[in-house]
Antibody, heavy 120, light 107 residues
């Protein structure tokens, strides 16, 4: 079945780095744009970044631009989020998400999320 | 950036009630709007896309309408499984933006 499994979350000090991974299965990963969406504790959903199916196009939320980098390895069916210069306000549950194949399309598949806590 | 504003923020309703949630965009997004349902501790679930198209497997009591800047999500007869938080989201342009959410509570 179609599945997204995030990993790499944890507790990290402000200013440090962390890399999240998302392993995709059950579908042709290389055919879909992929997103990261986050949710701070008790708060709503915030879109973070998107990468095109081939990795050539990327867009970021202003709140993470210049600090986070989205990438993908289609040979490994894996999406990544490199997070540098982390701040307390980056504390959240980070979801990996697949964009529907229509253009444009909404998110039709979500992972279960991985938790990032930025604290000294 | 396009701002999405949902109302109400919280809604108290009973099983069987007809429920309507409104979402307004700060500029036209055509019909590029999705609705998601999120239950505590779970990932969001897509209900409606392109403003009014029902995602496969979603009960027909859910419906969406609107275009441009005004959108609604309607639950025709609220069921016990529907108590959750609902989010609208525009995918007309990046950055994608979500509404702040509407929590549907048991009255």
């Amino acid at each position: 079945q179609v599945q997204l499994v995030e990993s790499g979350g944890g507790v990290v000090q402000p200013g440090k780095s962390l890399r999240l991974s998302c392993a995709a299965s059950g579908f042709t990963f290389s055919g879909y744009p992929m997103h990261w969406v986050r949710q701070a504790p008790g708060k709503g959903l915030e879109w973070v970044a998107v990468i095109s199916y081939d990795g050539n196009n990327k867009y970021y939320a202003d709140s993470v631009k210049g600090r986070f980098t989205i990438s993908r390895d289609n040979s490994k069916n894996t999406l990544y989020l490199q997070m540098n210069s982390l701040r307390a306000e980056d504390t959240a549950l980070y979801y990996c998400a697949r964009e529907d194949s229509s253009d444009p399309g909404p998110v039709d598949v979500w992972g279960q999320g991985t938790t990032v806590t930025v604290s000294s | 950036d396009i701002q999405m504003t949902q109302s109400p923020s919280t809604l108290s309703a009973s099983v069987g009630d007809r429920v309507t949630i409104t979402c307004r965009a700060s500029q036209s997004i055509s019909s590029w709007l999705a609705w998601y349902q999120q239950k505590p501790g779970k990932a969001p679930k897509l209900l409606i896309y392109k403003a009014s198209s029902l995602e496969s497997g979603v009960p027909s009591r859910f419906s969406g309408s609107g275009s441009g800047t005004e959108f609604t999500l309607t639950i025709s007869s609220l069921q016990p499984d529907d108590f959750a938080t609902f989010y609208c989201q525009q995918y007309n342009s990046f950055p994608w933006t979500f509404g702040q959410g509407t929590k549907v509570e048991i009255k």
